[in-house]
């Protein structure tokens, strides 16, 4: 019998490293009734087949809504891009038919949502649910789709996967959809997967076991993975590289375990602060003072300057660009860039 990992050889895959989504000066906005929103700034990220990007930040940073561009499923109005390319496979996303960015979303890039219980229908069973993927898009029948779906469940590691095929959502447990979540995003194999706050719901156990699964399946298909989250502490073991979004902006981007060890923005620094340690057990946890900005009424200059306990004049005055970022030689760190003024001192200090 043909199974889901088999058809996946012959799918097109691109190899290892080749870029496959490139995101390249984006503006999204909102118009409300007390004005317009710049929800996405100029954001520039890329990913490429068997790579792990986290983009992360606090809500209302814009990850989210980066996201849901990328899948073509924010609402328009009140949104709307006004600037910015979508590159997948090269071709931009955002001047393609209604019809062809169809046919990518689902199959080419499928997304993971947080809340596994309102993604799932309540009134039909999970194999229903996966099978639906293979009738509809592949034409096949009802006792292939059930088959396939049970295949799935099985590679997702859900247990008594046959006898559970016609269970409904609300009998798995919250690890247990969303495992049913990633076997759907899975279904059709496609090249990248966006997983938005996949494990915000769960326990600390079953987060990395999700997270795990996420990680060995996605080296296993040779996809990419954007992962977004707003815990740094979720994503040390699964990327390869992060963005740290902050108002709209990228504000620094870096090799995952560089970032650990030095970041190079004093956002990044706070957030690192905040992890629970367990040599701190007793101590106040650290929390970045204030609050994400409305993004109605961003401060001026940098966004992050009323919460910076290094904030200087220039800060309350000018944006800071997305810096390349240095060694103490002045040798150009890659992959590494921060868009603050003292990243310098921050980095090296
Ligand atoms: Fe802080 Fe200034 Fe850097 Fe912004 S630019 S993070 S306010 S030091």
Redesign the pocket.
Known sequence: MTTVIENDQKNDRLEVGTPLLEVKDLHVEFHTRDGVAKAVNGVNYSVAAGETLAVLGESGSGKSVTAQTIMGILDMPPGKVTQGQILYRGKDMLTMSNEERRRIRGRKIAMIFQDALSALNPVLSVGYQLGEMFRVHQGASRKEAKEKAIELMDRVRIPAARERVNDYPHQFSGGMRQRIMIAMALSLQPDLIIADEPTTALDVTVQAQVMDLLAELQAEYNMGLILITHDLGVVADVADKIAVMYAGRI?ETAPVHELYANPA???TKGLLRSIPRLDQKGQELYAIKGLPPNLLKVPT?????PR?????D???TEI?ALHHVTDKDGKELTGRRS?????K??LHG
């Open positions: 504000v923005h004093p956002y200059g940098c966004a992050f300057n910076c306990d290094v904030a200087t220039l800060c309350r800071p868009a603050c003024h003292l990243w001192e921050t």
